[in-house]
């Protein structure tokens, strides 16, 4: 079983749909959750953090469900410009040495 | 740009040759992390320094891999006697330790292809 689970997409969704990822994570122990962005032959780049009590950033909102081990991150009001790929990232240690699921893939059309 | 920096972009070679990689971290940041990408995968951890010291490598880090910090700043991670199956992007991060929400901060990668 992999450590990070995504399902891999694609998501394809009209400009201003609601979409959800959800990502499921096999170590207790781990400590710190983050969904990364990453575009079509870029980096990652940070999104947001995972708190437990849920954080909302705009029109992204991310929770984390700890006794289920699972994350989600909700996206509303969807643009053009939120299609990449959606990493959900777990980090377990005192290094915070991050490991990342395969991504779900989202295309916004018009 | 005081972004993290990694050289080269591309780096063509051939089956057998070695190649060396470098990344430049955000000045202030004392941890640096090596990742791996494959298409369709996310990214997996090689390996990772705190200033110059190693302090852990992932069992993908064969033998024919080495990374250096010698002075804490900049890394480089060399690959010797290349494969096909060690084609992929490799990822720089870096980080300051014991913020309590570390985040991560990656460069644009170098795309390596073996042929």
């Known amino acids: 079983r992999k450590e990070v689970e995504q399902d891999p997409g694609p998501f394809n969704v009209p400009e201003g749909a609601t979409v959800a990822f959800n990502c499921t994570y096999s170590?207790?122990?781990?400590?710190?959750f983050f969904w990364y962005r990453q575009d079509c032959r870029k980096e990652p780049k940070l999104l947001m953090s995972?708190?437990?009590s849920g954080n909302e950033d705009g029109r992204f909102t991310a929770q984390l469900n700890r006794a289920s081990q699972y994350i989600s991150l909700l996206i509303r009001d969807s643009k053009l410009s939120d299609s990449a790929t959606y990493l959900c990232?777990?980090?377990?240690?005192?290094?915070?040495?991050?490991?990342f699921g395969t991504g779900t893939r989202l295309q916004v059309t018009l | 740009d005081t972004g993290v920096s990694q050289n080269p972009r591309h780096k063509i070679t051939k089956r057998g040759q070695n190649v060396t990689f470098r990344c430049d971290p955000i000045?202030?940041?004392?941890?640096l992390y090596w990742y791996r990408q494959t298409l369709g995968q996310g990214p997996e951890f090689l390996t990772y320094?705190?200033?110059?010291?190693?302090?852990?490598k992932s069992r993908l880090l064969s033998d024919r891999f080495s990374a250096e910090r010698p002075k804490g700043s900049f890394s480089t991670l060399e690959i010797q006697r290349t494969e096909q199956g060690d084609s992929a992007m490799y990822l720089c991060?870096?980080?300051?330790?014991?913020?309590?929400?570390?985040?991560?901060?990656f460069g644009s990668g170098t795309q390596l292809s073996v042929l």
């Open positions: 991060a870096s980080s300051i330790a014991g913020t309590g929400d570390e985040k991560l901060f």
């Open positions: 990232v777990v980090a377990t240690g005192t290094a915070s040495k991050l490991t």
């Open positions: 320094f705190q200033n110059e010291a190693q302090l852990e």
């Open positions: 000045s202030e940041h004392n941890r």
């Open positions: 995972v708190y437990s």
């Open positions: 170590n207790s122990a781990s400590q710190s």
